[in-house]
Every structure is written in structure tokens, then in C-alpha cells.
């Protein structure tokens, strides 16, 4: 750490990766657009902060609309050229074999680049964040060979067949959440079906995606195939949302945003999905296994501090069991280590930002005033820096609470009891949203029943929270549309022609 400057070294302490911080020494950050790293045109840089302890990491370029035109240049140019999309399908597969390897290789410097700049604990990015990533390159890397059309049955005179072919431009803007992880949800689909891509990630958490963009240069992916804009939601973002030469937005954020997207989209018409935000039931019947319902539920919200769209947010316990099962989720979250995310044996690191930290602060205040009662926390943390919640179970909560109603994304409970199977569909479907619903039950038909009638895109039974690159994620009502992961990504990225050729 000798070389490394003081303010670095403080910024980054308890940091163990000597690659992290050699990637850290070597800033500014640039934009990669056309294979190549520049800086923004304006010159303007923002600063990246580890939010364990509100200290500059870097500094990194301030991409907006003219750095947007130029990328999406070099991008369409990329595309037209068909430098990617007509490579052998198995040229194009070992491509993004290449890319995973690359993220397994550089592994440790990866999850700790990510927890200095989200703040999760590195237990949680060593073992989800980047094996999860490298795991959905090599899953679609699977499909590049694997995209078929299909021949019709047409009239004899007739040989008509389709063609799935990719869509373009995509213009992909992620959230800060999961940033190396939403990154590759979202460009290893693209790739796979021979898109060239321009990914904004989140202001917040650049480092990652910027470091994801140096390992897809030394894949040796050709040029203008994948950029990297980095810059701030107004400015960068929403100059993909609006360009007239983007073909296809992707988004993951929030619904606020998510509806902005939406319209500024309708200039070109392009296409549109959209994993927005979300309140999710998480269901527990008296006849659960109550060890592995309070572990679940505490994984469903605590994970991230609570920053995740399919948080467990409101966990439904039937009266009956109520105070025995809010008694031990406040149990299990009393014995989550807080403290320096880089520590592995950290459980729960700070929010993402000083605005999340505030926003939740506020809703801690707000479920307080309704009547809500924190069985456990309920208070920021106490340390003396950084923005740290403490894990918080809030009893007493009904289904119309501020804090029942809206996504507090944060590590907060919101405990809903309910009288029996109707009552709880009623208020478990009774949201804006539907990104994910779980329900915890021995009895296999009332399972398969409830899960049936909730309106969620993902439903967990007796779990919480598993995702897998092969199954498809996305929402139903306000929450989005369009499914990402599976083959349904495929969907996502390709558009299909009919071909009709006359015989004779
Ligand atoms: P959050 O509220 O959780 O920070 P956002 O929905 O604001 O989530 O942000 C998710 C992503 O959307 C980020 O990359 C952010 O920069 C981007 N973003 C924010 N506002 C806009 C906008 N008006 N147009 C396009 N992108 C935006």
C-alpha cells in the first residue's frame, strides 16, 4: 500500500485485493466507447464513494448526451458492419466463455471493488454477486448456438421460414444494487444474440462495470460492440432513454424512473423492458418449519441492507403465530454483525448512499408516527461513519401503512398479521406492484394453491430469494414487464422476420 495516497489508503481500509487498488490508483475513470477508454467531452469527472465511510474511491468521467451520440456512433457503425452479429455463433460463444473466465480470474478484486463502492458485505459479493455474474455469461454463452428460427407449414408453392434476428442498439441503464450483477444480466444476453451494447451503470456504483468493460477489451471483443457511459441519471441516462438511434432500452430501477424511461422511448418507438421496483409478500402459514421460515424471511430482507427489488418487505404471519414469529426474526436480525462490509465476518454493511440513507431514516420515522412499533432497530446505526440502518422488524403494521404501501428499500420489516388463506391472497395481492411473493407451508396443496393466486412474476416456496441465470426474473403490474434470464432474455434481444421464398 506504500504507493498507494493516503486519502486511498483511508478510503479503502481493511482492503486486502492489491489489483483493486491498483484499479483505484489509476484514476480518473474513463468512458469506454469504440474499444477505447476518454475521457467525457465536457472534461467534467463525479466522485465514487465507499459508503462505509463517505470517502472518495475515485473519480470518474461524467458521461452526457454528446458522449451518448458518440458512443451510440461507434456502436451503430459496430452493428452495421456486423463485426459482431455475423461472427460464427461458436466464435461468438467462446467470446463470452472468455468473459466469464475473466470475471472468475479476477474474482477477490472484483468482490472487493464492489463492496468498497456498494457497501454490501464482501461475504455477500464474494460468494453471489460474482460468481453470479461470470455464471450468466457462460449460461448465455450456452445460448449463442442454441437461437433458433422455425420453418411454417406453408402452402407446398411456398417455403416460409423465419429468422430470429438481433435487435441492435440496445441502450442498457442499470441500478446500484447488484452492479456487476444487473451488468451482466443485461449484456450477456445482448451479446448472445448479437447485439451491440451502450450500458450506463448506477453514479453510485460505477467501479465494477467499468472494470467488467476492461476485462471485455482484454476478451478481445471487437471494437464498438460494448460501451461504457458512465454519468448521472438526467444526463446520461436519459439521453439513451430519448436517443433516436438506439433501438432498445433496458432498464432496472426504479418505477418513478422506470415510467420516465418509458416515455421518453416513444420518440423512436423502441423497445422497452422494464424490472422496476417492488413490495413483495412473503407469506407465513403456522404449519411452516419455523427455523427455515425466520432464516428465509431475514435472508428476504436483510440481504443488501434490504436493497433488493424482491426484498421480503412485507412478511404476512397468520395471528396465530405472530408474536412467536416476529420474536425470532428480531432474534436472528439482532445477531447481524454490522460494520466494515470488507470484514468477512460483516453481515450487514451501510446503504449505498447518504439520499438512501436519509430516505429509509425517513421511513423509519414515518412507520413510527402510523403506529408501527420496531420490535428491533428502528434507528440508524452507531457508527461514526457511514450509512448504516439497523436491521428493523416493525410489528403491528397493517397493509395500509406508508410503510406497507411503499418500497423502502432498506433493511426494514414491515410485519403484517393475517386471519387465514383469503384474507392474506386479498392483502398480499393488494399492491402497486408484483415482483415476487414467497410462502412458507408443509401443506403442499395450500402452497401450490397460494402461489397460484399471488401476482408476482417469481413466487419462493419454503425459500426465499433464489435466482438462477436459467429461470426467468420480471414483473407483473407496476414492477415492470418483459422477463430477463432464461430463454426468455432471448425474447429480449431478438426480433423475428418471416422469410417467404416461392418454389417453382
Ligand atoms: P434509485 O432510485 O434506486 O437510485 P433509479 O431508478 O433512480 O434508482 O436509478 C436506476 C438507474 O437509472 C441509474 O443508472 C440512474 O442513473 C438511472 N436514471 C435515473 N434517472 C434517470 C432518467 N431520468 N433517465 C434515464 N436514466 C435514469
Redesign the pocket.
Given at each position: 500500500m506504500a504507493s498507494v495516497s493516503a486519502s486511498l489508503e483511508s478510503a479503502t481500509r481493511g482492503a486486502k485485493s492489491s489489483a483493486a487498488l491498483e484499479f483505484l490508483k489509476s484514476a480518473p475513470k474513463k468512458l469506454l466507447i469504440n474499444g477505447k477508454w476518454v475521457p467525457s467531452k465536457s472534461g467534467k469527472t463525479f466522485e465514487t464513494l465507499n459508503p462505509a465511510n463517505e470517502q472518495v474511491l475515485a473519480l470518474v468521467a461524467e458521461g452526457d448526451k454528446a458522449d451518448v451520440d458518440e458512443a451510440v456512433k461507434y456502436a451503430r457503425k459496430a452493428f452495421e458492419d456486423f463485426k459482431w452479429a455475423n461472427l460464427s455463433p461458436h466464435a461468438r460463444a467462446r467470446f463470452l466463455l472468455k468473459i466469464a473466465d475473466l470475471i472468475e480470474q479476477h474474482a477477490d478484486e472484483l468482490a472487493e471493488l464492489e463492496t468498497l463502492d456498494n457497501g454490501k458485505p464482501l461475504f455477500e459479493s464474494a460468494n453471489i454477486d460474482i460468481p453470479g455474474a461470470a455464471e450468466t455469461f457462460r449460461y448465455y454463452a450456452g445460448f449463442v448456438t442454441k437461437i433458433y428460427g422455425e420453418t411454417n407449414p406453408s402452402d407446398p408453392s411456398m417455403f416460409n421460414y423465419t429468422l430470429r434476428e438481433p435487435v441492435g442498439v440496445c441502450g442498457q441503464?442499470?441500478?446500484?444494487n447488484f452492479p456487476l450483477l444487473m451488468a451482466s444480466w443485461k449484456i450477456a444476453p445482448a451479446l448472445a444474440c448479437g447485439n451491440v451494447v451502450i450500458l450506463?451503470?448506477?453514479?453510485q456504483t460505477p467501479l465494477t462495470a467499468i472494470r467488467l468493460g476492461e476485462l471485455i477489451c482484454e476478451a478481445g471483443l471487437p471494437e464498438g460492440v460494448v460501451q461504457i457511459i458512465t454519468g448521472?441519471?438526467?444526463g446520461a441516462?436519459?439521453s439513451?432513454?430519448e436517443h433516436p438511434d438506439i433501438d432498445k432500452v433496458a432498464?432496472t430501477?426504479?418505477t418513478?424512473?422506470g415510467k420516465?424511461?418509458l416515455k421518453a422511448s416513444a420518440g423512436n418507438l423502441k423497445r422497452v423492458s422494464l424490472e422496476l421496483g417492488g413490495k413483495s409478500p412473503n407469506i407465513i402459514f403456522p404449519d411452516a418449519d419455523m427455523p427455515s421460515a425466520v432464516f428465509g424471511s431475514a435472508l428476504g430482507i436483510f440481504l443488501n441492507q434490504g436493497q433488493v427489488c424482491c426484498a421480503g418487505s412485507r412478511v404476512f404471519v397468520q395471528e396465530s403465530v405472530y408474536d412467536q414469529f416476529t420474536d425470532s426474526l428480531s432474534q436472528m436480525a439482532s445477531t447481524l454483525t454490522l460494520g466494515n462490509p470488507l470484514d468477512p465476518n460483516t453481515r450487514m454493511g451501510p446503504l449505498v448512499s447518504k439520499e438512501q440513507h436519509d430516505r429509509v431514516k425517513g421511513y423509519l420515522k414515518a412507520g413510527k408516527a402510523e403506529g408501527a412499533k420496531a420490535k428491533i432497530g428502528g434507528e440508524p446505526g452507531k457508527q461514526e461513519a457511514g450509512y448504516f440502518i439497523q436491521p428493523t422488524v416493525f410489528t403491528g403494521v397493517n397493509n395500509q401503512m406508508k410503510i406497507a404501501r411503499e418500497e423502502i428499500?432498506g433493511p426494514v420489516a414491515s410485519a403484517i398479521p393475517f386471519k387465514d388463506e383469503t384474507d392474506v391472497v386479498l392483502q398480499g395481492n393488494d399492491t402497486d406492484y408484483g415482483l415476487a411473493a414467497a410462502v412458507w407451508t408443509k401443506d403442499i396443496n395450500r402452497a401450490l394453491t397460494v402461489a397460484r393466486k399471488l401476482k408476482a412474476g417469481t413466487v419462493w416456496i419454503n425459500t426465499y430469494g433464489i435466482l438462477d441465470p436459467m429461470s426467468p426474473f420480471g414483473g407483473y403490474k407496476q414492477s415492470g414487464f418483459g422477463r430477463e434470464l432464461g430463454k426468455y432474455a432471448i425474447d429480449l434481444y431478438t426480433q423475428i422476420k418471416s422469410v417467404w421464398c416461392k418454389i417453382g
Open positions: 441503464i442499470i441500478p446500484w450506463k451503470p448506477a453514479e448521472f441519471g438526467p441516462g436519459s439513451i432513454a432498464f430501477g426504479s418513478e424512473v420516465i424511461i428499500f
